[in-house]
């Protein structure tokens, strides 16, 4: 073995030693434990969550969070929204998320990496800031990072960690997110009456008797030839009001002077002792009257004695804020020819099928057997005809004999 081949041996078990080395290294290692990401947090003690919404690298001006949730005694509001009400359990519900956070370690810790994932001071899908009796901690929530894992990094570490559990999608920066969307709930069934006062006049859909009965300006509803009051209208208003679906808070101090409508919604008495006595009668008829104002692409309502105001999809409404006489009637259903009334006989030549009778009131077809009135006997069948005596054909006159040639 001349020296050359002595190298490339040598250099050929080096090669097999190293690959050895790294395909046995890692036996026996066990796998990082998970670690809570956010140590020391106690979910019970934070009074105020602050929710900034997604911030890009070219983003200029200082970051304000798009809404604030504080604490209020043993409720939360939407600081940032009037201090509407919060949903409590969706409060809790993130805290309790945040607070139980786990990852196996780091999967970055240069900053060149935070705008990348999404977690950067200054670039973000998400920053929530948690304010507790001990200071703030700030969470930043990223990109996804890995299968159903997403970065997550602490405010001044410069650690970033992949956790589940919680996506920036799951954070609301909306308030929609955040509040108790149904603002009024109506029980359809017990509406007796609405009222919808719009500067192109009054309209008043009665449903006291079970029926729909529509009038304009304390006026029966004026309906012309060919046209007829349409009833699938006032059901749909009457679902329309019934459940108002609120997007965000509003401000319930507005001036109301220019409303585009004023809906009252009256309800049948409640029942009471001796029901359809004079007592019941006597019971006033509850009322609950709202008023609603255009506001960009959408409608300000506010019900009169509710501490709160809300914000609706204009689509929502508009059934409600645009009713007036086109779209209350319809056209009317062009009666048939010959008023609807059966034709008279069946075709010639078409017969009932055994067993089967022609409906009332229409007259047998021609030729047809006459009913039989229930219980009666059935008519006996006719005689036949007794068949003519043949006529007898007529003699043959005698031929006279020709003459001789």
Partial sequence: MNRLNKILAAALAVQLALAVFMLTRNRGEQVAELTAVAPGLDSAAVTKIAVFAK???????????????VKKGDDWVLATHFDYPADKTKVTELLSKIASLKSRGAIASSSARYAQLGVGDDAY???VVLTTPKGDQTIFIGNAAGSRRVAMRRGGDAHVYAVTGLTAFGVEAEPR??????YTEIESDQVAEIVIHTPRGTFKLDHSTGNWVASENDAPLPVAAGEAFDPTRADEILTKVSKIEATAP?????????TAATVTVRMKPPAAAGEGSAAAASVSTPERVFDVLLDGDKYWVHERGNARAVLVDKWALEPVVNVGHDTLVKKAEP????GGAMPPGMPPGMQLPPGMQMPPGMPPAPGAPKPVAPGAKPPAPPKPAKPAAPTPAPAAKPVAPAPPG
């Avoid at 911030?55 to 949730?69: F, H, I, M, N, Q």
């Avoid at 997110?177 to 149904?182: A, I, L, N, Q």
């Avoid at 509003?250 to 220019?258: G, H, I, Y």
């Avoid at 009666?335 to 010959?338: F, M, S």
Wanted: no cysteine; proline share 5%; charged share 40%.
């Fill in 55 to 69: 911030r890009e690298k070219s983003a200029t001006g200082d970051a304000k969070p798009a809404l604030e949730v």
């Fill in 125 to 127: 899908e998400r920053k």
């Fill in 177 to 182: 997110g955040w509040m108790d969307r149904t």
């Fill in 250 to 258: 509003a401000d319930a101090k507005r001036d109301t002077a220019n």
């Fill in 335 to 338: 009666t048939p020819a010959g």
